[in-house]
């Protein structure tokens, strides 16, 4: 399809666990962003990623978390040695190029449940 | 990080009436917006909000970002089932990071 994807859409691991989390941005959309939603809150910005610029991490809850964007297209969100309260649904976004006026398109996120 | 308060946190209303809600914040934002999740998801956006005072409707959907820019409101007229949903608002200030509400819960009753 033409949206944003993201794999897989739900993951169940035990506590200590890596997991990885994938994000298909829609095609010539330079800018993708990570947020982390937790049962009956908002968005949590996690990290940002513009082309070739370096990424603002400013949002990571700690250093387990580690987001990686290959060729300026697929992204991924990387949590070692996960914790219970890692559980949340993980969502992607993309838009053209990141100006606060761009639309973010939002994919359907993947849940991830750590026992 | 910045904190939006958003209210109410859910609304139980009979088909045909009107909605609001609001957002408000303790900074000043410079960029509102106001977005639909669906369950199983990601947010859609509804309306865009740039300018203090600006008033846009998108269909029976109308929202307002505030004079002092610490605040948004969106109504919903004549609602009907399909806007069932939980509703963000989301403020930027400068940048890139956009800071989300708790969001509103609507069920509408037919």
């Known amino acids: 399809g033409a949206g944003v994807s993201q794999s897989p859409s739900n993951k169940v691991t035990e506590k200590g666990k890596d997991v990885e989390l994938r994000c298909d941005p829609i095609?010539?959309?330079?800018?993708l962003y990570w947020y982390r939603q937790s049962l009956g809150q908002g968005l949590e910005f996690l990290i940002y990623?513009?082309?070739?610029?370096?990424?603002?991490k400013s949002g990571l809850p700690s250093d387990r978390f580690s987001a990686e964007r290959t060729g300026g297209s697929v992204s991924t969100l990387t949590i070692q040695r996960t914790q219970q309260e890692d559980s949340a649904v993980y969502l992607c976004?993309?838009?053209?190029?990141?100006?606060?006026?761009?639309?973010?398109?939002f994919g359907p996120g993947t849940r991830l449940t750590v026992l | 990080g910045q904190q939006l308060n958003q209210s109410p946190q859910s609304m139980f209303i009979q088909e045909g009436e009107d909605v609001s809600m609001n957002c408000t914040s303790s900074?000043?934002?410079?960029?509102w917006l106001w977005y639909k999740q669906d369950p199983g998801e990601g947010p859609v956006l509804l309306i865009a909000?740039?300018?203090?005072?600006e008033l846009t409707s998108n269909g029976r959907l109308t929202a307002q970002f505030g004079i002092t820019r610490k605040d948004s409101f969106l109504n919903i007229s004549a609602s009907i089932p399909s806007d069932v949903g939980i509703y963000f608002c989301?403020?930027?200030?400068?940048?890139?990071?956009?800071?989300f509400g708790t969001g509103t819960s609507l069920t509408v009753i037919p």
């Open positions: 976004a993309s838009s053209v190029s990141g100006s606060n006026t761009d639309t973010q398109y």
């Open positions: 095609s010539g959309h330079t800018a």
């Open positions: 990623f513009q082309g070739n610029s370096a990424p603002d």
């Open positions: 900074s000043i934002f410079n960029t």
């Open positions: 909000l740039y300018k203090a005072g």
């Open positions: 989301a403020g930027l200030h400068t940048g890139n990071q956009f800071y």
